[in-house]
């Protein structure tokens, strides 16, 4: 069973954590306020009552009365067992005496000459509990004060700190998305310096690295591509004076296969380098798909469902379609079908379907994703026509039908694989920026 996840924002993690410690560290301080001044309150009470307990002792020994002022008394039923405890050793003394029913009671007690007791006790109430109850409340408020000052900081300090790691994901988002020239140390800007400047720097220096590597093996794949150009050519050249007969037909096969996999190569290396730019026309889409995918291939179902004029390159968009097609007839089942619906082009085979791989990853050169196709291909078809999709503007997704039965395991659809090519509304610009169309399911 999946545990849920909750997410929250570093900005709430920290405003709580400083609420959290504020509350405690006011609770224990309020408690600690408060039980010093009660002690220091009854100690008063005490020494207090231990004062009128002198005046009526004295009044006693005078009068042999008991003072009424007081309220004292001779051998209080009672008096409680701690102050028994002292007058037999024959000790005066205080004691406060809890009341579950109201404030505390302050006993005071003193042994007399004859072996009497003379007690008083009275209520701790008055002035001194109308202070101890604004001392708890002023506590009270400091408290809740401090909480929320403390979440209010923690907002503000949380908040910084939480758009300096956002605008670094965004930044480090739009490395991830091939824009190399983002720096993400001067996205995340401020005067102040924190570990989000060291994770930036970090980020920048990956960056720069894998740029640099990746840039190397690029350079290394297209120098490769082209020195085997030549001797490629020779060798189709050289395969097409042999004798007929089978084996000349498969030589020339062979070399016709390295030809197309070397120029599919330096293809592959023009759009990493990202200096590839559109030739652009005006066509109307439909017409345009229509005589070029039945020259293509005349078995290909051609449906235009609504015709759009567009601003797009028609060789790269022609070489698109002929990978698409060329995959499709490839490795996915008859019948194919080209579906032409505004600026959307969909293909549509009915084998398979596509490889969770692709899928998941999306093409990856030399990879053609299905173990039944090992050896049949070099997988730089999509691979192409996603880059060129890239340099037109448009955005080139893949997916598979809905399956006629029910699917195990990780078994691939059987309902055929769909690749949709969303062509821009706009067309791409000289500086190789392109307005993108928002993603759709």
């Known amino acids: 069973m999946r545990r849920l996840a909750l997410r929250t924002g570093v900005r709430w993690k920290i405003s709580v954590a400083i609420a959290a410690v504020g509350a405690l560290i ?24 231990m004062d009128r307990l ?19 008394k001779i051998n ?43 007690s008083l006790h009275s209520r701790f109430a008055g002035r001194s509990s109308t ?101 490629v050519t020779g060798l189709l050249t050289a395969a097409e004076l042999l004798p007929a007969g089978r084996p000349s037909e498969l030589v020339r096969d062979r070399a016709q296969a390295m030809r197309t996999l070397v120029e599919d190569v330096l293809e592959v290396a023009r759009l990493d380098s990202a200096s590839e730019r559109a030739e652009l026309q005006e066509i109307a889409l439909g017409e345009f798909v229509t005589r070029r995918v039945s020259a293509l291939n005349p078995d290909v179902v051609i449906q235009v469902v609504h015709e759009s004029r567009v601003n797009t390159d028609p060789r790269r968009l022609e070489r698109i379609l002929l990978n698409l097609l060329t995959n499709a007839v490839k490795y996915g089942g008859s019948p194919v079908e080209v579906t032409v619906e505004g600026r959307v082009v969909r293909v549509r085979d009915h ?50 039908a809905a399956p006629a039965v029910p699917l195990v395991g990780d078994a691939p659809a059987a309902g055929g694989a769909i690749a949709v090519l969303w062509l821009p509304e706009h067309a791409p610009t000289d500086s190789g920026s392109f307005p993108m169309l928002p993603r759709q399911g």
């Open 131 to 231: 202070l101890l109850r604004d001392l708890d409340q002023a506590l009270i408020i400091g408290s809740v004060s401090v909480v929320l000052a403390g979440s209010a900081l923690g907002v503000l300090i949380g908040g910084q700190l939480s758009r300096r790691l956002r605008k670094a994901a965004a930044a480090a988002s739009n490395v991830a998305e091939g824009n190399t020239g983002v720096r993400v140390r001067d996205a995340i800007g401020g005067v102040v310096r924190d570990e989000t400047d060291d994770l930036a720097r970090a980020i920048d220096a990956l960056t720069d690295a894998l740029h640099a590597r990746i840039e190397a093996e690029r350079r290394v794949t297209a120098d490769i591509a082209h020195e085997l150009r030549t001797p």
């Open 351 to 400: 084998g398979p379907g596509f490889p969770a791989a692709l899928l998941r990853e999306g093409p990856s050169r030399f990879r053609t994703g299905a173990s039944d196709r090992a050896g049949t291909g070099h997988g730089l078809g999509l691979t192409i026509a996603s880059g060129q999709a890239r340099v037109l503007g448009a955005r080139l997704t893949f997916r598979n």
């Open 54 to 72: 002198s005046m009526a002792q004295r009044w006693h020994e005078t009068s042999k009365k008991t003072d009424p002022r007081f309220n004292s």
């Open 76 to 118: 209080d039923p009672l008096l409680p067992k701690e102050l028994q405890r002292l007058m037999k050793e024959k000790r005066r003394g205080t004691f406060v005496q809890d009341d579950h029913d109201g404030p505390p009671v302050i006993w005071a007690a003193v042994p007399l000459a004859n072996g009497d007791v003379l």
């Open 26 to 49: 006011a609770m224990a301080l309020s408690l600690v306020v408060h039980n010093a001044a009660r002690v220091s309150m009854l100690d008063n009470a005490r020494d207090v009552q």
